[in-house]
């Protein structure tokens, strides 16, 4: 996967508009190009390819934990709210406050944590397992939508287009400053996560079985939890939300390791492939280029209907 990964890079690095030779985009890399293919390389497409990396490896871990957590193939931010939540405090610090990208951050950081600490209340400390979260995370899911659509209409309309442009998941225009804030997220918040990856994989084994091999259960469940969140406000922040990298992403890592666990490293690479790839084929694959939001819903709609079928095959086998 991270070859992959690397030749996907290397490809979004070179093509375009205004095509660069590989060893130029090195040279750019290092400082010393010409000026031409050191803007294109360093101003244009570097910042949006490592925005593009980190947000779906954040993504990607944050899917994989909260899967694990819930014991649930649909437990990822995308069906059990937070990323709706995220998305609503990064819509209303934009409309409200007319917020930059340190703002935007704080509100989707916000609004993470909030519909995180609804959900939960609601759900109860037994409903994290089985099919309650993900009903529950639906339904707060649809009130946010119906509230992000009333901000929208009630907002300025330089406003509200800036905030449809950020909302259906757009890599474009981003600068270094993104990349920063996105960087220093998953540089905190993964090996918080990955110092839990063993207790979660006890966990799996259910509560009693952790319990009985020494595990923490509430600090196994609350520790990585809070931390995914994290992770999905800081890529939402950035990037807007990208749909369903979160759910796709630990489901094949899964099924190309086939190692039982959290699989949390694996999950940020496919998560960061998914999104690189995804974000080329908005900018190549039609004459329009298209935010990568769009691509991602596509994709991962086919790919929600495919689990769904198999889950259900499963079950009668």
Same mark, same amino acid.
């Given at each position: 996967? =991270?070859?992959?990964?690397?030749?996907?890079?290397?490809?979004?690095?070179?093509?375009?508009?205004?095509?660069?030779?590989?060893?130029? #985009?090195?040279?750019?890399?290092?400082?010393?190009?010409?000026?031409?293919?050191?803007?294109?390389?360093?101003?244009?497409?570097?910042?949006?390819?490592?925005?593009?990396?980190?947000?779906?490896?954040?993504?990607?871990?944050?899917?994989?934990?909260?899967?694990?957590?819930?014991?649930?193939?649909?437990?990822?931010?995308?069906?059990?709210?937070?990323?709706?939540?995220?998305?609503?405090?990064?819509?209303?610090?934009?409309?409200?406050?007319?917020?930059?990208?340190?703002?935007?951050?704080?509100? =989707?950081?916000?609004?993470?944590?909030?519909?995180?600490?609804?959900?939960?209340?609601?759900?109860?400390?037994?409903?994290?397992?089985?099919?309650?979260?993900?009903?529950?995370?639906?339904?707060? &899911?649809?009130?946010?939508?119906?509230?992000?659509?009333?901000?929208?209409?009630?907002?300025?309309?330089?406003?509200?287009?800036?905030?449809? =442009?950020?909302?259906?998941?757009?890599?474009?225009?981003?600068?270094?400053?993104?990349?920063?804030?996105?960087?220093? =997220?998953?540089? #905190?918040?993964?090996?918080?996560?990955?110092?839990?990856?063993?207790?979660?994989?006890?966990?799996?084994?259910?509560?009693?079985?952790?319990?009985?091999?020494?595990?923490?259960?509430?600090?196994?469940?609350? #520790?990585?939890?809070?931390?995914?969140?994290?992770?999905?406000?800081?890529?939402?922040?950035?990037?807007?939300?990208?749909?369903? @990298?979160?759910?796709? !992403?630990?489901?094949?890592?899964?099924?190309?390791?086939?190692?039982?666990?959290?699989?949390?490293?694996?999950?940020? @690479?496919?998560?960061?492939?998914?999104?690189?790839? &995804?974000?080329?084929?908005?900018?190549?694959?039609?004459?329009?280029?298209?935010? @990568?939001?769009?691509?991602?819903?596509?994709?991962? !709609?086919?790919?929600?209907?495919?689990?769904?079928?198999?889950?259900?095959? &499963?079950?009668?086998?």
């Amino acid at each position: 996967m =991270a070859v992959i990964l690397l030749v996907a890079s290397a490809f979004t690095l070179t093509t375009g508009d205004f095509a660069v030779p590989i060893g130029d #985009v090195v040279t750019a890399i290092v400082g010393d190009a010409p000026p031409a293919a050191e803007f294109v390389v360093n101003t244009l497409r570097l910042p949006r390819l490592l925005v593009g990396i980190l947000a779906g490896a954040g993504l990607g871990v944050a899917g994989a934990v909260m899967q694990s957590l819930s014991r649930n193939a649909l437990g990822s931010p995308d069906m059990i709210g937070f990323s709706m939540g995220a998305a609503t405090g990064g819509i209303a610090a934009i409309l409200l406050t007319a917020s930059g990208t340190v703002g935007t951050s704080i509100g =989707a950081a916000v609004g993470g944590f909030a519909t995180a600490l609804v959900i939960l209340l609601l759900v109860g400390r037994h409903g994290l397992n089985g099919y309650r979260l993900v009903l529950v995370g639906v339904g707060i &899911s649809t009130v946010l939508m119906a509230v992000n659509g009333y901000m929208l209409t009630r907002a300025i309309l330089g406003d509200a287009q800036r905030a449809v =442009a950020w909302q259906v998941g757009n890599l474009s225009g981003r600068n270094w400053e993104h990349v920063t804030l996105v960087a220093v =997220a998953v540089a #905190v918040l993964v090996p918080v996560i990955l110092i839990f990856n063993r207790r979660m994989s006890m966990l799996e084994l259910g509560d009693d079985t952790a319990t009985a091999l020494g595990v923490g259960v509430l600090a196994t469940r609350l #520790v990585p939890l809070l931390a995914s969140i994290g992770l999905v406000a800081a890529a939402i922040s950035m990037a807007g939300p990208i749909p369903f @990298v979160a759910l796709a !992403g630990p489901h094949l890592a899964r099924r190309l390791t086939r190692h039982p666990g959290p699989n949390v490293l694996p999950a940020a @690479v496919m998560g960061a492939l998914l999104t690189v790839a &995804s974000d080329f084929a908005a900018q190549h694959a039609l004459p329009v280029q298209l935010p @990568v939001g769009i691509v991602t819903s596509v994709v991962g !709609g086919v790919y929600l209907v495919a689990l769904l079928i198999v889950q259900r095959r &499963s079950r009668r086998a």
